[in-house]
Antibody, heavy 121, light 108 residues
C-alpha cells in the first residue's frame, strides 16, 4: 500500500525558515516523480513544486521560486521542501503527492494527509 | 502561464442526475496532461482522471473525462450521494503547473 507521511509543519514567524519532509513507503520511491501541493485555509489547491525521479527535472511555482527548494533522498525514500523567507501568504496545508506511473507526467495520484504551516508573528 | 477556468462555480443537482463540469485552459494543454480531482472536507484530494480521459485506480466508471486542447469536461453519469464534493482540474503539461479554482457540486 502506498503511504506518504508529511512532517515538519508548524508555526513560524515571517521571514523564517522551515523544512518539510515526506516519508514514502509501499512502492519503489526512486521510480516516481513527486510533487508538493498546498491549500490555504478555505481556499483551492495550489501547485508548489515537482521533481523527477532522478532529480534531473525540477519545477517551481512563480510564487515560491527563489525561496523554496525541493529535493529528495532516494536512499531514504524521502521528499523534502526547504522553505525560506516565509510570508503570511505561505500559510497552508502542504501535501506531498506521487505521480500515477512512470510515464503519466506530474499528476498527483497518491497524497499524504498534509502538514500545516502557519506563518504569523 | 496556463490559467484554468472551471465552470460552473457551484452546481446543484440531485442524486441520480448527470453532472457535467467544465475546465477551460488559456492555452493548449500539451499531450492532454489534464487531471481531475475530487476533494471532500477535511480530506486530501483524490485523483479521478489523468491524461484527460484515463480513470485512476479504483475510480468507478460513472466518472469519465473528455476533451483536448483548451476544453475539457468531467462527466459523472449518475450521481451517488458520496459524489457531492469540490472538483478541481489541473494541467501538468507546461510548468508552472496549475489548478482550476474548483467547482462545488452540492445536493439540490
Amino acid at each position: 500500500e502506498v503511504q506518504l507521511v508529511e512532517s515538519g509543519g508548524g508555526l513560524v514567524k515571517p521571514g523564517g525558515s522551515l523544512r518539510l519532509s515526506c516519508a514514502a513507503s509501499g512502492f519503489t520511491f526512486s521510480s516516481y516523480s513527486m510533487n508538493w501541493v498546498r491549500q490555504a485555509p478555505g481556499k483551492g489547491l495550489e501547485w508548489v513544486s515537482s521533481i523527477s525521479s532522478s532529480t534531473s527535472y525540477i519545477y517551481y511555482a512563480d510564487s515560491v521560486k527563489g525561496r523554496f527548494t525541493i529535493s529528495r533522498d532516494n536512499a531514504k525514500n524521502s521528499l523534502y521542501l526547504h522553505m525560506n523567507s516565509l510570508r503570511a501568504e505561505d500559510t497552508a496545508v502542504y501535501y506531498c503527492a506521487r505521480q500515477s506511473n512512470g510515464y503519466s507526467g506530474y499528476d498527483c495520484a497518491y497524497w499524504g494527509q498534509g502538514t500545516l504551516v502557519t506563518v504569523s508573528s | 502561464e496556463i490559467v484554468l477556468t472551471q465552470s460552473p462555480g457551484t452546481l446543484s443537482l440531485s442524486p441520480g442526475e448527470r453532472a457535467t463540469l467544465s475546465c477551460r485552459a488559456s492555452q493548449s494543454v500539451s499531450s492532454s496532461y489534464l487531471a481531475w480531482y475530487q476533494q471532500k472536507p477535511g480530506q486530501a484530494p483524490r485523483l479521478l482522471i489523468y491524461g484527460a480521459f484515463s480513470r485512476a485506480t479504483g475510480i468507478p466508471d460513472r466518472f469519465s473525462g473528455s476533451g483536448s486542447g483548451t476544453d475539457f469536461t468531467l462527466t459523472i453519469s449518475r450521481l451517488e450521494p458520496e459524489d457531492f464534493a469540490v472538483y478541481y482540474c489541473q494541467q501538468y503539461g507546461i510548468s508552472p503547473y496549475s489548478f482550476g479554482q474548483g467547482t462545488k457540486l452540492e445536493i439540490k
